[in-house]
């Protein structure tokens, strides 16, 4: 079964420190794409980055990057100086042909 | 762009009605997929359209739901009866091919409905 798996239902960061979520994938596939989106209380589901399976570059969006592992199948999320606006639900998903898996979430709380 | 835009935001009904949900994609993405997120269950993909026509709706729990998108701005998800098993978000999204690649890109996604079946 091709999955993704999120491995903590929960984590913590102080406001301004760097935390990373972590995330890890199964395909047979060697080109697709990965994402990161957030939800938060309002439910809205909202993209935070995207990389391509095919570039070696990992992709930054100002504070959010990823760390992407090809071989590992492993895409992690890192935050820097966290804000308490980045407390939110974080789901990992993969593209797979036309669809998304998406992983369980990771709730994250930011701590003043 | 306005997004991918949903209606209504809220519905509360009581079980055997009927229940229509609305979508509009963004202009110029041919594909739509309608999501429906539980706490038990999280996000699951119901069915998704390609140029109006669906091309997967294994996800469809039963015959109590149908989707249809008669047009390329316009789709509905519709329950007939509903049952308080059915209350959850429900979420369009919309995308478009990615490129030279033979699959879709970020699917971006509507405010959500919130069903509350009595």
């Known amino acids: 079964a091709q999955t993704v798996t999120q491995s903590q239902p929960e984590m913590s960061v102080q406001e301004a420190e760097t935390v990373t979520l972590s995330c890890t994938y199964d395909?047979?596939?060697?080109?697709?794409?990965l994402f990161w989106y957030k939800q938060p209380p309002s439910r809205q589901m909202i993209l935070v980055i995207r990389q391509e399976a095919y570039k070696q570059q990992n992709a930054t969006e100002n504070r959010f990057s990823v760390n992407f592992q090809k071989a590992a199948k492993s895409f992690s999320l890192k935050i820097s100086d966290s804000q308490l606006g980045d407390a939110a639900m974080y789901f990992c998903a993969r593209g797979a042909t036309n669809k998304l898996i998406f992983g369980t979430g990771t709730l994250l709380a930011v701590q003043p | 762009d306005a997004g991918v835009i949903q209606s209504p935001r809220h519905e509360v009904t009581e079980m055997g009605q009927e229940v229509t949900l609305r979508c509009k994609p963004i202009?110029?993405?041919?594909?739509l997929f309608w999501y429906r997120q539980t706490m038990m269950r999280g996000l699951e993909l119901l069915i998704y359209f390609n140029n109006n026509v669906p091309i997967d709706d294994s996800g469809m729990p039963e015959d109590r739901f149908s989707a249809k998108m008669p047009n390329a701005s316009f789709s509905t998800l519709k329950i007939q009866p509903s049952e308080p098993r059915d209350s959850a978000v429900y979420f369009c999204a919309s995308s478009r091919l990615a490129g030279d690649l033979f699959f879709t890109d970020t699917q971006y996604f509507g405010p959500g409905t919130r069903l509350t079946v009595l």
């Open positions: 202009s110029g993405h041919d594909y």
């Open positions: 395909t047979s596939e060697s080109d697709y794409y």
